[in-house]
């Protein structure tokens, strides 16, 4: 079974701190990793997946295997960062995705 | 382009009435979703259509039912709501199902939620 975890509901920091979201996982398989993002009054969306290996919005994350996470970094948080965060797993062909229960971020001026 | 349609937006019932959740999108995709996302549990996946024709139970399908009406619509009906189903529905969809890595598989395109409470 595919599990998501994110350890944090909520995280709070001021403008221009360094933020690290938190995500581990657990598959036996070769995972494909998401972050999905969720701004006040919009829709959930895809932010970024491991695969693209690009930074989006000055966020990356980085595909860990042997800890099993995929941690979503930025180093100089913005207000307009406040959102809720779902971390998202898929073992791939025939697989589900799976969300982690999410964590609040909010950035303080 | 508008999307993932989802309707309504919100609706309030009394236990043991029914309803049901209209979702349509229109971006020509194979595969649709119905997520239930409540406080620290994250999105869990009540059913799902891989393409036109077929349905699956997902993680919490207990409760409900589903049609997928033709490629566009997918609704999902509450035959008679119970209190644990208060919660925000979400439907989704995206270009295939479980595909391989790399693909569009898991790139899903959310509506924007029906908020659902049951008294």
């Known amino acids: 079974a595919q599990r998501v975890t994110q350890p944090e509901k909520l995280l709070s920091v001021f403008k221009g701190a360094p933020v690290e979201l938190k995500c581990n996982y657990s598959?036996?398989?070769?995972?494909?990793l998401f972050w999905y993002v969720q701004y006040s009054r919009q829709r959930l969306q895809l932010l970024l997946r491991?695969?693209s290996r690009e930074s989006i919005k000055g966020f990356t994350a980085d595909l860990n295997k042997g800890e099993t996470s995929f941690h979503l970094k930025k180093p100089f948080a913005q207000e307009e960062d406040s959102a809720m965060y779902y971390c998202?797993?898929?073992?791939?062909?025939?697989?589900?995705?799976?969300f982690g229960g999410g964590t609040r971020l909010m950035v303080k001026p | 382009n508008a999307g993932v349609t989802q309707t309504p937006k919100f609706q309030v019932l009394k236990t043991g009435q029914s309803m049901t959740l209209q979702c349509a999108q229109d971006?020509?995709?194979?595969?649709m979703y119905w997520y239930r996302q409540d406080p620290g549990m994250g999105l869990r996946l009540i059913y799902y259509?891989?393409?036109?024709?077929?349905?699956d139970k997902g993680e919490v399908p207990n409760g409900y039912n589903v049609s997928r009406l033709n490629k566009r619509e997918f609704s999902l009906r509450l035959e008679s709501a119970a209190p644990s189903q208060t919660s925000v529905y979400f439907c989704?969809?995206?270009?295939?199902?479980?595909?391989?890595?790399?693909?569009?598989?898991?790139?899903?395109?959310f509506g924007a939620g029906s908020r659902l409470t049951v008294l």
């Open positions: 989704a969809s995206s270009d295939s199902w479980g595909g391989q890595v790399d693909s569009g598989a898991n790139v899903l395109t």
């Open positions: 598959y036996s398989g070769s995972p494909e």
């Open positions: 491991h695969i």
């Open positions: 998202a797993l898929s073992g791939g062909a025939g697989n589900m995705l799976t």
């Open positions: 971006m020509n995709h194979n595969s």
């Open positions: 259509s891989a393409s036109e024709g077929t349905t």
